[in-house]
């Protein structure tokens, strides 16, 4: 049985405590790196958690009066709007946004579709929403419904809106303004912004497409 | 000594880390808003933005019309969520909008207190 004299007890106590400090340390380092990075992870995905984004089953109609659902978007990519043709700012601009990516991304901009839902099925018909994104001179899915149609599609994918009246009896529409990225199998990718530089919106769709 | 005041100093650069600094907030949440809707020939005023984590509601001034505006920290840029023409700032809305329940809290919360 080894015995252990006082003098080496004295000397290991401060080495024993700098370890532990060291260690310490090197655990606090290591758990906020692991944050740090876990954190990076979770925004890079523009602040959605991958498998648990928006997203479902929905049924609405295009300006042609044809049946649209989630399987029939399947197959190719697509970033989806909700808005109203009456908007007087976001919609008209995220949409001339969209198809000002879509010019610069070339041959590559119809690899994906862009999709208008709109969220005022009272007032836009699908005869509406034909006309409307004809202005916009890129093919564009406009969709409506049913309110009953267009109530399941916003709770599916999280979309919040309000209509608000407004004087002389009319109503405006307030509505969430971010475009969602959708993969080819209708898998939340990620949020794209309509105001973030140019450079960073190309690189998502192109991430989107090669996906 | 110098070993003594080293590990304060790393921890207190470590925990730093974790403070968020809202006056830097502040300027690039005043920047995404005016970014996003002030138009030419429409400058905004903004009254008063309030932050809660990633969250930050914004109340604006257009053409004498009171607009409020939510948004979200998306990486190191703040985007606009939504423009409303009708108040949001109360926590039924804000979750209804998709901000978290603590951050709805809060926002509306301070946003209720006289600046």
Redesign the interface.
């Given at each position: 049985m080894a015995v252990i004299e006082p003098k080496m007890v004295a000397a290991a106590g401060p080495t024993r405590r700098a370890r532990v400090?060291v260690f310490g340390?090197v655990a606090?380092?290591l758990l906020?790196l692991g944050v740090?990075i876990a954190m990076s992870a979770y925004?890079?995905d523009?602040?959605a958690v991958q498998g648990s984004g928006p997203g479902g089953a929905f049924t609405l109609t295009d300006p042609a009066g044809r049946t649209v659902t989630d399987q029939t978007l399947r197959g190719k990519p697509y970033a989806i709007f909700f808005g109203f043709t009456r908007c007087p700012?976001?919609c008209p601009t995220t949409l001339s946004r969209m198809t000002q990516l879509r010019k610069q991304m070339g041959a590559q901009g119809m690899k994906y579709n862009i999709v208008f839902v709109s969220v005022d099925p009272g007032h836009d018909k699908p005869a509406d929403i034909g006309n409307y994104l004809t202005l916009f001179g890129t093919p564009i899915i406009g969709l409506t419904g049913t309110d009953a149609q267009i109530a399941q599609i916003t709770k599916a994918y999280?979309v919040?809106f309000?209509q608000?009246p407004?004087e002389g009896g009319d109503y405006?529409i307030?509505?969430?303004?971010?475009i969602m990225l959708f993969d080819r199998n209708g898998r939340f990718a990620e949020?794209m912004?309509?105001?973030?530089p140019i450079a960073v919106s190309l690189t998502r769709l192109r991430k989107l497409i090669s996906a | 000594m110098l070993k003594k005041q080293a590990v304060p100093a790393l921890l207190l650069l470590l925990a730093s880390a974790c403070i968020p600094n809202t006056a830097l907030d502040r300027g690039a949440i005043r920047s995404a808003i005016e970014a996003s809707v002030s138009v030419e020939g429409a400058p905004i005023t903004i009254k008063r933005i309030v932050i809660s984590g990633d969250y930050a509601l914004g109340i604006f001034d257009q053409g004498g019309q009171q607009n409020d505006i939510l948004l979200a920290r998306r990486g190191r840029r703040w985007s606009m969520m939504l423009c409303a023409t009708a108040p949001i700032r109360d926590r039924g809305e804000l979750l209804r909008a998709g901000v978290p329940w603590f951050a709805a809290e809060m926002l509306a919360k301070q946003v209720a207190e006289p600046e």
């Amino acid at each position: 049985m080894a015995v252990i004299e006082p003098k080496m007890v004295a000397a290991a106590g401060p080495t024993r405590r700098a370890r532990v400090i060291v260690f310490g340390l090197v655990a606090i380092l290591l758990l906020g790196l692991g944050v740090l990075i876990a954190m990076s992870a979770y925004r890079d995905d523009g602040g959605a958690v991958q498998g648990s984004g928006p997203g479902g089953a929905f049924t609405l109609t295009d300006p042609a009066g044809r049946t649209v659902t989630d399987q029939t978007l399947r197959g190719k990519p697509y970033a989806i709007f909700f808005g109203f043709t009456r908007c007087p700012d976001v919609c008209p601009t995220t949409l001339s946004r969209m198809t000002q990516l879509r010019k610069q991304m070339g041959a590559q901009g119809m690899k994906y579709n862009i999709v208008f839902v709109s969220v005022d099925p009272g007032h836009d018909k699908p005869a509406d929403i034909g006309n409307y994104l004809t202005l916009f001179g890129t093919p564009i899915i406009g969709l409506t419904g049913t309110d009953a149609q267009i109530a399941q599609i916003t709770k599916a994918y999280g979309v919040y809106f309000r209509q608000v009246p407004v004087e002389g009896g009319d109503y405006t529409i307030d509505h969430m303004a971010g475009i969602m990225l959708f993969d080819r199998n209708g898998r939340f990718a990620e949020m794209m912004d309509g105001t973030e530089p140019i450079a960073v919106s190309l690189t998502r769709l192109r991430k989107l497409i090669s996906a | 000594m110098l070993k003594k005041q080293a590990v304060p100093a790393l921890l207190l650069l470590l925990a730093s880390a974790c403070i968020p600094n809202t006056a830097l907030d502040r300027g690039a949440i005043r920047s995404a808003i005016e970014a996003s809707v002030s138009v030419e020939g429409a400058p905004i005023t903004i009254k008063r933005i309030v932050i809660s984590g990633d969250y930050a509601l914004g109340i604006f001034d257009q053409g004498g019309q009171q607009n409020d505006i939510l948004l979200a920290r998306r990486g190191r840029r703040w985007s606009m969520m939504l423009c409303a023409t009708a108040p949001i700032r109360d926590r039924g809305e804000l979750l209804r909008a998709g901000v978290p329940w603590f951050a709805a809290e809060m926002l509306a919360k301070q946003v209720a207190e006289p600046e």
